[in-house]
């Protein structure tokens, strides 16, 4: 019976072993769902002649205003970037803890990420920012804030929830 017991145990080691550590998956996934929706971002108001660095300083924005984060140049830019990788990293973090209790997440990828990417829109862009940030948002757009709700559901939620449902080895 032990024998059998420890081939399974060695094929889990190895299985664990061949995988990247923990944090650079999830570090590897909030690269990968902070560029998707950063390019989302860049891609749309580029139709409005804005420049992509200014996106990126408008995140930097949400922690020391409007005027700082746009007079900073290209230091501030990089920091609206290492901000936003850092929360999708976080965001990746956070559902791939709560697959490690709730195998569910983990089963049904693409309704669940979805619904875990709508929450964090809802949470970012209708909660915190307009109530806590340094420069919440001027106005209400209703197409910007639709296809921000998609892409959080597309781009981040669904994209975490797979990431999970890879790193647990789920089918």
Sequence with gaps: MKASARPFALSRVRAASSRPALWAWIALGGLA??????LFAMAWWAQSDTPPARILQSVWAWIVGREAAFGGGAATAFAGAA???VLMSAIVAIYHAAAREHRVLGERPIL????YGAAWFVLLHLIVVPLFSAAPPKRFIPDWYLACLLAHMVLIGIPAA???RRWYGMR
């Design 162 to 164: 797979w990431m999970s």
């Design 83 to 85: 901000l936003y990788f």
């Design 33 to 38: 769902v902070g560029s998707a929706d950063m």
């Design 112 to 115: 669940l990420g979805a619904l």
